[in-house]
Every structure is written in structure tokens, then in C-alpha cells.
């Protein structure tokens, strides 16, 4: 069976440090990738997407950037933390176009 | 591009008591649409899905959801909840994308079910 890992749980970064978070998929090929963001009361928001490796699409500017270096790794980074990226982050896969998606456990970042 | 309304942020209601989680999503040709669970500090699982064919569609718990395709509709409902049904609930449609999905969420209902 399929499954998706998300690390950290959780993390605490002051304003202006780096940032990677790391999620990895088992059990299939080829995902398409995703990245999401929750902030309360707000819904969840499509960072990027990917469909291949070295492939990334951006939905909305931002201070972050995402890398997929193997076929089911999926990396969110940035160089340089803002308090406005404090939120939960997670990622899902899915594939063709009728599938759901399905989604880790999530990264609570606090930035203080 | 699509977008998705969830008309209550949060809904109160009693233990045993029905509720209905209300969803209205802005048209489209065709539109997969789907339920999503989420329990404090965990990801989203997947409650239920409509594709295609019956309009209404049902989840393993006890919940169910009618696609309108009049009004625009995908509201979930639960003819007697359970405390543990408490969790905020997201209505999602799929956007189109000829890779694949990708969804566009409400912004959530909460459910408090008290006792």
C-alpha cells in the first residue's frame, strides 16, 4: 500500500533562517506532488505542484521554493524565514485526473 | 479558476442530532468533487469523493453528500453524529489539469459535536 511520510512534526525557526522540509511517498510511481499550506481559518492554499522529477510549478510568489531531486522525494526550502510563513504545511500525492489526493501528517512551522 | 464557499465556519450541534456541512462551488463543464476530514494536528484524510454517476455519495462512518449540479452544491450531512465526529471539515473540487489533480479547498467548517 501507498504511503506518505512528512518531517518534521513540528519546528520552531527564528525570522531570517533556512528552511527544508522533506516528504516521501512509498508504494507508487510517478506521483504528481503537491504542496500545501494551511493557515487557521483560512482553507488550504497550493504552493507548487509537480508532475516529474526536476519539474516544479509555483502557484503563488512567495518567499519559499520547492525541489523534487528523485521521483518520490518532495522538498519545500527557503533561504530566508518571514513570520508570514508560519503555518502548517503538507504535502499529498495523487495521480491521473479522478484521483484524490492523499495527504501527510503535516509540518506545524512556527516562526517567531 | 475554480473556487469553493463553505458557508459556515463553525457549527455547533448536539450529540445523536443531524447535521449538514453546507459546500457550494463554482461551475463547470465537468467537477470532481470531494469531502475532506481533519482531527487537530493531523492531515486531511479523504471522507468521500464524487466522480460520476449517482449523485449521492456515502462514506464508511455514516456520512453522506448530494452533488447538485443546479445549485452548485456538494453539502455533507450525518443523520446522528458522535463526539468524534468533532474535526473541521474541507470541501475540495478539482481544478483542471491535464497531469492530474489539483484541488481547490473551502476554507473549512468546524464541527463541535457536544454532549
Known amino acids: 500500500s501507498q504511503t506518505i511520510h512528512q518531517w518534521p512534526a513540528t519546528l520552531v525557526q527564528p525570522v531570517g533562517s533556512p528552511l527544508s522540509l522533506e516528504c516521501t511517498v512509498e508504494g507508487t510511481s510517478n506521483p504528481n506532488l503537491y504542496w500545501y499550506r494551511q493557515a487557521a481559518g483560512r482553507g488550504l492554499q497550493l504552493l507548487f505542484y509537480?508532475?516529474?522529477?526536476?519539474?516544479i510549478s509555483s502557484e503563488v510568489p512567495q518567499n519559499l521554493s520547492a525541489s523534487r531531486p528523485q521521483d518520490r522525494q518532495f522538498i519545500l526550502s527557503s533561504k530566508k524565514l518571514l513570520l508570514s510563513d508560519s503555518g502548517f504545511y503538507l504535502c499529498?500525492?495523487?495521480?491521473?485526473?479522478?484521483?484524490?489526493?492523499?495527504f501527510g501528517n503535516g509540518t506545524r512551522l512556527t516562526v517567531t | 479558476a475554480q473556487s469553493v464557499t463553505q458557508l459556515d465556519s463553525q457549527v455547533p450541534v448536539f450529540e445523536e442530532a443531524p447535521v449538514e456541512l453546507r459546500c457550494n462551488y463554482s461551475s463547470s463543464v465537468s467537477v470532481y468533487l470531494f469531502w475532506y476530514v481533519q482531527y487537530p494536528n493531523q492531515g486531511l484524510q479523504l471522507l468521500l469523493k464524487?466522480?460520476?454517476?449517482?449523485?449521492l455519495v456515502e462514506s464508511i462512518n455514516g456520512f453522506e453528500a448530494e452533488f447538485n449540479k443546479s445549485q452548485t452544491s456538494f453539502h455533507l450531512r450525518k443523520p446522528s453524529v458522535h463526539i468524534s465526529d468533532t474535526a473541521e471539515y474541507f470541501c475540495a473540487v478539482s481544478e483542471e489539469w491535464e497531469y492530474g489533480n489539483k484541488l481547490v479547498f473551502g476554507a473549512g467548517t468546524i464541527l463541535r459535536v457536544k454532549s
Open positions: 509537480s508532475v516529474g522529477i526536476g519539474q
Open positions: 499529498a500525492w495523487g495521480t491521473g485526473r479522478v484521483s484524490p489526493l492523499h
Open positions: 464524487y466522480l460520476s454517476g449517482s449523485t
